[in-house]
């Protein structure tokens, strides 16, 4: 059949217009993320590649857990976590909350996340890095933002 790349055989629905370079895990070898819209804003496609230095290619990362190609709004880096960290919003739960995809042995996989919910007339606020939810202040849960930088993407030549 035709050749599909990496971004086709993802299902991803525009092509990427942005990109940007950034050594997410601190090995000292950068990876490549590809950005562009999906069907319907604040919504994005993404995909991130890495390079095999030992066969000297460009791969694409695989991601364990679901398939997180599609991120809400802005993506953020954590250089603590080594993560992406992107945004997704459930209308029907009224929360909001911010994923971590550290990059471990070639492939993304989830690490936790920060929540914000509205539940009985307040808004609580949790912190799932450890491997349970632990609810905390406002000020703790801005601490954990404050520390993602926004990727800065730049776009396609």
């Known amino acids: 059949g035709a ?16 990109y940007a370079i950034l050594d997410i895990d601190g090995n000292g070898v950068e990876e490549l ?8 804003e604040p919504w994005n496609n993404y995909m991130v590649f890495t390079c095999n230095v ?4 460009v791969i694409p990362v695989e991601i364990i857990n679901d398939n997180p190609h599609f991120c809400y709004n802005q993506m953020y ?3 603590k976590y080594k993560s992406l960290v992107f945004g997704c919003m459930s209308l029907m739960g009224g929360c909001f909350a911010r994923d971590y995809y550290a990059l ?8 936790g996340y920060l929540m914000t919910q509205y539940a009985g007339g307040n808004y609580q606020y949790i912190v799932s890095l450890t491997g349970s ?7 703790v849960y801005d601490q954990y933002n404050n520390e993602l930088v926004p990727i800065a993407f730049a776009p396609l030549p």
Do not use: R
């Not at 939810?133 to 000020?139: C, F, G, I, L």
């Open 77 to 79: 880096h954590s250089a």
């Open 104 to 111: 471990q042995g070639g492939s993304f996989k989830s690490i």
């Open 3 to 18: 050749y599909k790349t990496p971004w086709d055989k993802a299902e991803l629905s525009n092509l990427p217009n942005q």
């Open 33 to 40: 993320i590809l950005f562009g819209p999906a069907y319907f």
């Open 54 to 57: 030992d066969k000297a290619s």
């Open 133 to 139: 939810d632990n609810y905390v202040s406002k000020s």
